[in-house]
Structure formats: structure tokens, C-alpha cells
């Protein structure tokens, strides 16, 4: 069975409309485990922050969208048992550490991040971690 780590690009439209929101969705329900590193819940909730400060969204919507996050059944790693190969990622890829926290993450666990940040899949895909890194209007479809 696929392992999927999903990143917060990801997470956010399963509870906001946007482009690329109905790909998002098929991975909740793509008959495969998804995965986060615990730091997806705070990167989701500074873009929920953001959605807030741009009158995109009500505080009650951050709340209610972090709380129904809670009852997903996605399997949350640690991040400190992440951060030394994280680390290590981001100085050979030359992406962020919190990217690469997901990178990580999907190295440990012999999954594929799906992700719709063009800028971390456009940076990976070609590369040496590409099998890794899937975009998320290439989930396939479940019937």
C-alpha cells in the first residue's frame, strides 16, 4: 500500500475552496495512509492566520477548520526524530528545512509527498529526491 505525506498545501484545501481543492480531497480518500510531521499542524495554522488577516476567512472558521484536522486519520511523526535528516535535506536540496521536514518524513517511511507548492515540487522533481515528490493533481483517481 502507498504512503502518502501530505503537506499543508495540501491540507488547506481540504477545508478551503482553491485550485487544485477537489485533487486535494482524493488523497483523503485514496485508500492509502497519510502522514504529516507534527510541524504540518503549525505551518496550516499560520496559513489559516494569514486567511484570517486577509478577511478570507473568520476565526471561527481557523478554529473549527483546526479542529476537524484533529479528527482526520492522518499518522502524525515526530519532528525531533525528523530534524537531523531534515537538516541534512535542506542543505543538499537547498529547500527550506520545513520542506524538508516533509522530504524527511517520506524517506523514512518509503512514501511520496504530495504536495501543490510548485515552488518545493518544481525544486524537487527533477533531481536526485523527484521519485519522492508527487503533484497533487496527479493523485489518482479512485473509483
Sequence with gaps: MRRYVVDA???????VPEIHSD???????????????AFMVLELGN????????????????????????????????????FA????????TRRSLYDCLYLALAEVIDGII?????????????GHHGRRVMWVEDLPVVT
Design 9 to 15: 498545501s495540501v491540507a488547506i484545501k481540504w477545508f
Design 23 to 37: 485533487a486535494a480531497l482524493r488523497a483523503q480518500h485514496s485508500g492509502t495512509h497519510l502522514h504529516i510531521p
Design 47 to 82: 496559513v489559516l492566520a494569514k486567511k484570517i488577516r486577509r478577511n478570507e476567512l473568520t476565526p471561527g472558521d481557523g478554529e473549527t477548520i483546526l479542529r476537524e484536522l484533529k479528527q482526520l486519520p492522518l499518522q502524525r511523526h515526530s519532528d525531533a526524530r525528523l
Design 85 to 92: 535528516a531534515a537538516y541534512q535535506l535542506a542543505l543538499d
Design 114 to 126: 504530495v504536495t501543490a507548492d510548485h515552488k518545493f515540487f518544481a525544486g524537487l522533481r527533477n
